[in-house]
Antibody, heavy 120, light 106 residues
């Protein structure tokens, strides 16, 4: 069974840093491009970042460019999101999501999300 | 940057009725469009990938169509459990989502 479990969320002051983790199981993690997607309270989905299977390609939304860094450890089946210079607007539930390999567009598995609250 | 605009914002229909949700792209996305369903308190679930392909386990009442800039998600006969927010997503360097359509069952 495919499972994605996020952790690392919490309460952080503006300007602070936080690292989220996503533990993957039930599939060959190293074969898949992975994504981070966030959802502010009561709002829609916002794609944040993706990283290719071998870490050769990373992309970021404009809203987090230069502040967030995505990485992965294929040996440990883990995905990470390092967040710095956090702002109130970064408050959201952060999901990791697996890119479907049999399609051009689609995230076929999602974690349950971890809440990040940025507030003074 | 490609922007996706979904309409209507809210759709209120009775069980058994047909729901038609629209997603319009600011420029062509070819056939690279996906649809998701999200229920309150839950993670999103992939319904349709590459415009018209149902994901694993998705009922046949869900179908997708379109190309270029205009896409449609159709729920042929609404069930009470279809009450949710539906999002479209395109594939480009930025995997942007539409703002969502809320489907309410009367």
């Amino acid at each position: 069974e495919v499972q994605l479990v996020e952790s690392g969320g919490g309460f952080i002051q503006p300007g602070g840093s936080l690292t989220l983790s996503c533990a993957a199981s039930g599939f060959t993690f190293s074969d898949y491009t992975m994504n981070w997607v966030r959802q502010a309270p009561g709002e829609g989905l916002e794609w944040v970042s993706y990283i290719s299977s071998s870490s050769s390609t990373m992309r970021y939304a404009d809203s987090v460019m230069g502040r967030f860094t995505v990485s992965r450890d294929n040996a440990k089946n883990s995905l990470f999101l390092q967040m710095s210079s956090l702002r109130a607007g970064d408050t959201a539930v952060y999901y990791c999501a697996r890119q479907c390999t049999t399609c051009y567009v689609g995230f076929d598995y999602w974690g349950q999300g971890t809440l990040v609250t940025v507030s003074s | 940057e490609i922007v996706l605009t979904q309409s209507p914002a809210t759709l209120s229909l009775s069980p058994g009725e047909r729901a038609t949700l629209s997603c319009r792209a600011s420029q062509s996305v070819s056939s690279y469009l996906a649809w998701y369903q999200q229920k309150p308190g839950q993670s999103p679930r992939l319904l349709i990938y590459d415009t018209s392909n149902r994901a694993t386990g998705i009922p046949a009442r869900f179908s997708g169509s379109g190309s270029g800039t205009d896409f449609t998600l159709t729920i042929s006969s609404l069930e009470p459990e279809d009450s949710a927010v539906y999002y479209c997503q395109q594939r480009s360097s930025w995997r942007a989502f539409g703002q969502g359509t809320k489907v309410e069952i009367k």
